[in-house]
């Protein structure tokens, strides 16, 4: 079995290996990477899975806070999310996005995107949104969005940008 917890500095390394691990070279090349310089992910909602027994990380999730259009209407940003190959197929990528998802709700948080695959994301409730766009290069049917609160894309449109700014 896994425990789950919040990611922590001690974390960090462990963390990077298994997402260098999971994604192609090159992933901190994308246009969604751009959006996180120098912007602390939101640390509360950053997960690690743990093997209970042997403490090995089997899985990570980290969200960063974005801004949307000229209203600058605060979102998260979802991703990375990653599942070490040896624990794949047990779920354990579903649990970190549903518990991290709650948490975020709980935290106050009303709207997510990320860049991924319509089908897998969409059993958890993300969607295209009309009216957003990320920064190229980006398939903008990869464009996903979920609210966390009823309503709170209406009247939410633009780029997704970089909280810094």
Not at 33 to 38: N, T
Not at 111 to 128: C, E, H, N, Q, S
């Amino acid at each position: 079995m896994f425990r789950l917890a919040q990611e922590t500095e001690k974390d960090w390394h462990e963390v990077e290996n298994l997402f260098n691990l999971a994604f192609a070279p090159g992933r901190e090349a994308l246009s969604s990477y751009r959006l996180r310089e120098g912007v602390p992910p939101v640390a509360a909602l950053c997960r690690v899975a743990r093997e209970r027994e042997l403490n090995i990380l089997a899985a990570a999730i980290r969200f960063w806070p974005v801004r949307i259009g000229a209203a600058r209407d605060a979102a998260l940003l979802l991703g990375p999310v990653a599942v070490h190959p040896t624990c794949q197929g047990e779920g354990l990528g579903a649990y970190l996005i549903e518990d991290s998802l709650d948490k975020a709700a709980e935290l106050g948080w009303t709207r997510v995107v990320l860049i991924g695959d319509a089908p897998y994301y969409g059993r958890f409730g993300f969607r295209k949104v009309a009216g957003l766009e990320f920064p190229p290069p980006t398939n903008p049917d990869r464009l996903l969005a979920r609210a966390l609160d009823a309503g709170a894309f209406k009247g939410v449109a633009g780029m997704v940008m970089s909280d810094r700014y």
